[in-house]
Protein backbone atom coordinates (compact mmCIF):
# COMPACT_ATOMS: atom_id res chain seq x y z
CA UNK A 1 0.00 0.00 0.00
CA UNK A 2 1.35 3.45 -0.98
CA UNK A 3 0.39 6.61 1.02
CA UNK A 4 0.13 9.99 -0.50
CA UNK A 5 3.82 11.73 -0.17
CA UNK A 6 3.16 14.51 2.53
CA UNK A 7 3.99 17.58 -0.29
CA UNK A 8 0.96 16.05 -2.65
CA UNK A 9 -1.13 15.24 0.32
CA UNK A 10 -4.78 16.64 -0.47
CA UNK A 11 -5.30 20.07 1.45
CA UNK A 12 -8.76 21.32 3.45
CA UNK A 13 -9.19 24.52 1.19
CA UNK A 14 -12.41 23.99 -0.28
CA UNK A 15 -16.34 24.04 0.95
CA UNK A 16 -17.17 20.80 -1.46
CA UNK A 17 -15.06 17.77 -2.57
CA UNK A 18 -15.44 14.92 -4.39
CA UNK A 19 -13.73 11.69 -4.28
CA UNK A 20 -13.06 9.97 -6.97
CA UNK A 21 -12.25 5.96 -6.47
CA UNK A 22 -10.61 3.87 -9.15
CA UNK A 23 -11.06 0.22 -9.39
CA UNK A 24 -11.42 -2.38 -12.21
CA UNK A 25 -12.44 -6.07 -12.01
CA UNK A 26 -10.15 -7.68 -9.78
CA UNK A 27 -11.00 -4.51 -6.76
CA UNK A 28 -14.93 -4.21 -7.47
CA UNK A 29 -15.62 -6.19 -4.11
CA UNK A 30 -13.29 -4.22 -2.25
CA UNK A 31 -14.55 -1.03 -3.67
CA UNK A 32 -17.96 -2.02 -3.16
CA UNK A 33 -17.20 -2.73 0.71
CA UNK A 34 -15.46 0.91 0.92
CA UNK A 35 -18.56 2.56 -0.26
CA UNK A 36 -20.50 0.35 2.31
CA UNK A 37 -18.34 1.88 5.08
CA UNK A 38 -18.31 5.21 3.74
CA UNK A 39 -22.26 5.41 3.63
CA UNK A 40 -23.01 4.06 6.73
CA UNK A 41 -20.14 5.23 9.12
CA UNK A 42 -19.15 8.79 7.07
CA UNK A 43 -22.90 9.19 6.01
CA UNK A 44 -21.19 10.72 2.80
CA UNK A 45 -23.11 10.43 -0.69
CA UNK A 46 -21.99 7.97 -2.94
CA UNK A 47 -22.25 7.66 -6.32
CA UNK A 48 -22.59 5.03 -8.65
CA UNK A 49 -20.13 2.23 -9.04
CA UNK A 50 -19.17 2.71 -12.49
CA UNK A 51 -18.29 -0.41 -13.95
CA UNK A 52 -17.60 2.21 -17.33
CA UNK A 53 -15.54 5.01 -18.37
CA UNK A 54 -17.68 8.56 -17.18
CA UNK A 55 -17.03 11.45 -17.40
CA UNK A 56 -13.16 12.55 -17.77
CA UNK A 57 -12.12 9.13 -16.20
CA UNK A 58 -10.35 6.46 -18.26
CA UNK A 59 -10.81 3.98 -15.57
CA UNK A 60 -13.49 2.52 -13.83
CA UNK A 61 -14.70 4.63 -11.08
CA UNK A 62 -16.77 5.94 -8.12
CA UNK A 63 -17.47 9.52 -6.76
CA UNK A 64 -17.96 10.27 -3.23
CA UNK A 65 -18.81 13.80 -2.15
CA UNK A 66 -18.23 15.46 0.88
CA UNK A 67 -17.10 18.58 2.68
CA UNK A 68 -14.75 20.92 4.42
CA UNK A 69 -16.11 19.03 7.81
CA UNK A 70 -15.51 16.12 6.54
CA UNK A 71 -12.39 16.35 5.08
CA UNK A 72 -10.21 16.02 8.28
CA UNK A 73 -11.66 12.72 9.25
CA UNK A 74 -12.59 11.11 6.11
CA UNK A 75 -9.08 11.93 4.36
CA UNK A 76 -6.80 9.96 6.38
CA UNK A 77 -9.40 6.83 6.98
CA UNK A 78 -9.62 6.82 2.83
CA UNK A 79 -5.71 6.53 2.12
CA UNK A 80 -5.52 4.06 5.07
CA UNK A 81 -8.22 1.61 3.20
CA UNK A 82 -7.85 2.24 0.06
CA UNK A 83 -5.45 -0.71 -0.20
CA UNK A 84 -3.89 -0.46 -3.39
CA UNK A 85 -6.81 1.55 -5.31
CA UNK A 86 -5.74 5.00 -6.83
CA UNK A 87 -7.59 8.15 -5.55
CA UNK A 88 -8.58 11.31 -7.33
CA UNK A 89 -9.81 14.40 -4.61
CA UNK A 90 -10.56 17.08 -6.03
CA UNK A 91 -12.30 20.65 -4.51
CA UNK A 92 -15.51 21.51 -6.48
CA UNK A 93 -15.21 25.31 -6.95
CA UNK A 94 -17.71 25.39 -10.27
CA UNK A 95 -14.60 25.48 -13.13
CA UNK A 96 -14.40 21.68 -13.34
CA UNK A 97 -11.19 22.01 -15.24
CA UNK A 98 -9.21 24.00 -12.04
CA UNK A 99 -11.05 21.37 -10.24
CA UNK A 100 -9.30 18.14 -11.81
CA UNK A 101 -6.20 20.15 -12.44
CA UNK A 102 -4.76 23.06 -10.11
CA UNK A 103 -7.49 21.72 -7.41
CA UNK A 104 -6.76 17.73 -7.46
CA UNK A 105 -4.50 15.48 -5.28
CA UNK A 106 -3.95 11.77 -5.28
CA UNK A 107 -3.96 9.17 -2.99
CA UNK A 108 -2.20 6.59 -5.28
CA UNK A 109 -0.72 6.84 -8.68
CA UNK A 110 -2.03 9.90 -10.46
CA UNK A 111 -4.59 8.55 -13.04
CA UNK A 112 -4.66 10.13 -16.89
CA UNK A 113 -8.06 11.78 -17.29
CA UNK A 114 -9.56 12.91 -20.75
CA UNK A 115 -9.30 17.08 -20.07
CA UNK A 116 -11.00 17.67 -23.12
CA UNK A 117 -14.49 17.33 -21.91
CA UNK A 118 -14.05 20.91 -19.88
CA UNK A 119 -13.74 24.39 -21.16
CA UNK A 120 -10.07 25.19 -20.58
CA UNK A 121 -9.32 28.87 -19.06
CA UNK A 122 -8.65 31.61 -21.58
Known amino acids: MTSASPE ?5 LHKAYHAHIYF ?3 S ?3 VT ?3 EHIATE ?9 QKL ?3 HRRWSVQILFSHRDFEAFIPWLDAER ?3 DVLVHGVTGDEYKDHTDHAYWLGQPVELDLSIFEKPR
Open 8 to 12: HYPVN
Open 24 to 26: DEQ
Open 28 to 30: VQH
Open 33 to 35: GLC
Open 42 to 50: FGLKVGRIH
Open 54 to 56: VGP
Open 83 to 85: GDL
